[in-house]
């Protein structure tokens, strides 16, 4: 089951294509480089987020407001779109 997972996880990921830097969410981007470079780790892997997860760019600044999660889902989604 856990082979499985892994290696739809990693598929998944390497299909992914990221916007030019600057046009993406930076909370979102660090999580999915760092679980890249994780996947290439035999065993367990923790990922331990250091940040105060405040995303600050063209769209949004969370120090001013935070969007709902389906808001921030669906922006994360026009991005892949782009």
């Known amino acids: ?3 499985k997972f ?3 996880f990693k ?3 390497s299909n992914l294509e990221l916007p030019e830097k600057g ?3 930076a909370i979102i981007e ?3 480089r760092v679980s890249e470079n994780l996947s290439g780790i035999p065993g367990k892997n923790t990922l ?3 940040s105060d997860l405040w995303e600050v760019n063209e769209k949004y600044n969370f120090e001013a407001q935070i969007p709902n999660d389906n808001e921030f889902l669906n922006w994360l989604n026009t991005l892949r779109k782009a």
Do not use: F, N, T
Request: glycine share 0%; charged share 35%; hydrophobic share 45%.
């Open 6 to 8: 892994k290696k739809e």
């Open 48 to 50: 331990i987020i250091m």
């Open 30 to 32: 660090s999580i999915y």
């Open 23 to 25: 046009l993406a969410s």
């Open 11 to 13: 598929e998944k990921l």
């Open 1 to 3: 089951m856990q082979r």
